[in-house]
């Protein structure tokens, strides 16, 4: 009897599955220099979820992953209002830049692995953040590998250069190599557009894998990648965002005629 | 039609080039290779014998002192032009524009200028130092120019990738940007080396025309100031007095080989680098 009442109490409080934020945006206004490619943009992203941001070219999806890294600091005129938090604490203000990169991992659209061997690819972050001793990198090394499924195909030519991998293997790699700090959140800026449908799938299922442990922010223009993959999805046009929600919801019945257009293929 | 004749032409230009770089060279081993004698290569030099021996070694000394000055300011400053500086500036503009027009000056000038500045105002008078600095501050702009494009042609998601990760400004431009940017450089330092090793018109300004190794053993570091002369200068010496007419040739084929020796180091010690970076 007491035995019951305990569980019910435990199952209890869980009931109601409201996801935790792990990074979110609010009022966020960006500029380069005149012109303004983020509008008051207010969006969160659920911990260990996949958020897919879509919309047409040129709408500011790229824009709004690199306000989530800071890598919008390093274009000249580039000017940020608004509040972009991770776990709650201002990431402009609070975190140090170089902790909040290894905390947010970052892919490419083309895959950009450093011109050197695969190993030192992949050692680069851990070691940027301290781990020097051999054993422990190895150990690094493999397992981000392994989590990113290229591990079979490069265990034999880790001390090769990375630039002789085709680029799907590069894209890989470069996965592998922002694993390798472990990192809380990964973005991912159209990983897959450069890749042929193989390689495009294997990325695919890793990143649905990898929602149990990260919070992934991708962009993608592919309309069945955001179905297959997120539970997430964030429609944005022109520097607004349109409509946000959950995946199947904002496919199926979307409440902005816009984004009903888009995902029917009404736009460009 | 047009095609073709185009690439007549640029076999043509090929062919021409290749030509008349073994023309000279094959002109300067005739008519060294048989004068090389052992007499040449004393330790030091009488009239007698017309030794190039201390030449040689002022030239390896000349060159490694103006490339020891040269090659990290010019390096750290096309770095600090490219990765820091805001690419829109006024101050970048205007560095690089002295720097390009430095670059077309003819050599006699920076002569003049060592000659005022080195040896007469710092009281350096003629000697391996004045030279050294001479050279270091001519071949500077173009270490500068080529290290700058060598840097602009790495593909800028090199230096994002580095930054994605968490590195700092320094990590990533040493670690990600440079070694890619490396062969540009090493191609800018060698430039810079063929000047010095070439160079007559500055160093007679300012190093003078002593055939002698600097006296490091007995003065130590104030050898330095040691008047001294190049294996170019050397050869400008012979062949102007028109008395050594043959061990000016042969002269010309020790600095051709120099020169191909030191070539293959640079290049040699650019791929270790590169390899442990
Ligand atoms: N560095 C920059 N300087 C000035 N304007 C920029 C810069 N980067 C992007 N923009 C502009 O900001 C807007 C949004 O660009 P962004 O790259 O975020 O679009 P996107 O949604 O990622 O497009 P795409 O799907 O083509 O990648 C565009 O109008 C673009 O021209
Ligand atoms: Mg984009």
Same mark, same amino acid.
């Given at each position: *009897? ?11 409080? !869980? ?55 800071? *890598? ?88 090769? !250069? ?36 193989? !390689? ?17 922010? *991708? ?50 | ?213 600097? =006296? ?9 100031? =040691? ?18 007419? =043959? ?31």
């Amino acid at each position: *009897m007491m035995q019951e009442i305990k569980q019910d109490a435990r199952i209890a409080p !869980s009931l109601p599955v409201i996801s935790e934020t792990k990074m979110g945006v609010e009022e966020l206004d960006l500029f380069y220099g005149e012109f303004q490619a983020l509008k008051d943009v207010t969006l969160d992203f659920p911990k260990n979820e996949v958020t897919a941001l879509i919309g047409p070219s040129g709408c500011g999806k790229s824009t709004l992953l690199k306000a989530l890294n800071r *890598m919008n600091d390093l274009v000249d005129g580039c000017r940020v209002d608004g509040l972009v938090s991770l776990d709650g604490d201002d990431i402009y203000r609070d975190v140090p830049v170089n902790d909040l990169r290894r905390r947010v991992g970052m892919v490419f659209q083309q895959p950009n692995p450093f011109p050197m061997s695969i190993y030192d690819n992949i050692a680069f972050g851990p070691r940027t953040h301290g781990i020097k001793g051999k054993a422990e990198l190895d150990v690094i090394v493999e397992q981000s590998l392994r989590d990113a499924a290229i591990w079979d195909e490069v265990k034999d030519r880790l001390k090769k !250069s990375a630039l002789g991998l085709s680029g799907g293997q590069q894209q890989r790699l470069c996965i592998a190599r922002a694993l390798a700090v472990q990192p809380e959140v990964l973005l991912l800026d159209e990983s897959t557009s450069a890749l042929d449908p193989i !390689s495009t799938a294997k990325i695919e299922d890793l990143v649905v894998e990898f929602a149990s442990k990260y919070t992934v922010i *991708m962009v993608t223009h592919n309309m069945l990648q955001a179905l297959r993959v997120s539970t997430k999805t964030a429609f944005f046009l022109l520097g607004e965002m349109v409509e946000a929600g959950d995946t199947d919801e904002l496919f199926t019945h979307p409440k902005d005629s816009r984004t009903a257009d888009y995902v029917s293929g009404r736009f460009g | 039609m047009t095609l073709k004749i185009l690439r007549a032409l640029v076999y043509v230009g090929a062919i021409l080039t290749a030509l008349v770089l073994a023309g000279i060279v094959g002109y300067i081993l005739i008519n060294g290779i048989p004068h090389l004698k052992p007499s040449l290569f004393e330790w030091t030099y009488t009239s007698e014998n017309v030794s190039l021996m201390p030449a040689l070694v002022d030239t390896i000394l000349m060159a490694l002192l103006a490339l020891v000055l040269a090659v990290p300011t010019g390096v750290g400053a096309a770095i600090y032009l490219v990765e820091y500086a805001r690419s829109t500036s006024r101050f970048v503009r205007v560095v690089r524009m002295t720097a390009e027009t430095l670059q077309g000056i003819p050599s006699i000038i920076y002569g003049l200028f060592g000659l005022l500045f080195f040896t007469t105002m710092l009281g350096w008078g003629l000697s391996l130092m004045s030279g050294a600095c001479t050279l270091a501050i001519m071949v500077l702009p173009v270490v500068m120019r080529t290290t700058e494009e060598a840097l602009l042609a790495v593909p800028e998601s090199y230096k994002q990738g580095g930054f994605a990760l968490g590195a700092g400004r320094v990590r990533t431009i040493f670690r990600c940007v440079l070694p890619s940017a490396l062969p540009g450089i090493v191609g800018g330092v060698l430039l810079a080396l063929g000047r010095c090793v070439g160079e007559v018109a500055a160093l007679l300004f300012t190093a003078g025309t002593v055939a002698q190794i600097p =006296d490091f053993g007995g003065q130590g570091i104030f050898a330095l100031f =040691d008047s001294c002369r190049t294996l170019a200068v050397h050869m400008y010496v012979l062949a102007s007095e028109g008395l050594h007419m =043959d061990e000016a040739y042969a002269t010309a084929v020790v600095l051709l080989i120099l020169v191909v020796i030191l070539n293959t180091g640079a290049n040699f010690a650019a791929k270790r680098l590169k390899r442990g970076m």
